[in-house]
Nanobody, 120 residues
Framework: QVQLVESGGGLVQAGGSLRLSCAAS????????MGWYRQAPGEQRELVAG???????NYVDSVKGRFTISRDNTKNTVYLQMNSLKPEDTAVYYC??????????????WGQGTQVTVSS
């Protein structure tokens, strides 16, 4: 079993920054790719950024150049640095992890979510 615990959400003005963290515990050796999803009210959950164990990253177009995903394998932690935040970034952000050999687009484990609210 794997547990993912997010932290770092909150309220910020447009143009501001937040850093989300996700600490993994349990059978962390069982997964490879990690990532961040978000879900706004009335919208589908979308993959914002993903990172492989080796550090290969990918982003949804709307956050490229503003968000940076990183991970520290020694701490079993993944981060999402969010800069130049926009009101449309407002959502619940979820940490996710996929089993070894699977894409982060098919996550096996989910965190509980952390609210990010960007005011205009």
């Amino acid at each position: 079993q794997v547990q993912l615990v997010e932290s770092g959400g909150g309220l910020v003005q447009a143009g501001g920054s937040l850093r989300l963290s996700c600490a993994a515990s349990g059978r962390v050796f069982s997964f490879n790719a990690m990532g961040w999803y978000r879900q706004a009210p009335g919208e589908q959950r979308e993959l914002v950024a993903g990172i492989s164990r080796g550090g290969i990253t990918n982003y949804v177009d709307s956050v490229k150049g503003r968000f940076t995903i990183s991970r520290d394998n020694t701490k079993n932690t993944v981060y999402l640095q969010m800069n130049s935040l926009k009101p449309e970034d407002t959502a619940v952000y979820y940490c996710a992890a996929a089993r070894s050999g699977q894409s982060i687009r098919i996550p096996t484990y989910w965190g509980q979510g952390t609210q990010v609210t960007v005011s205009s």
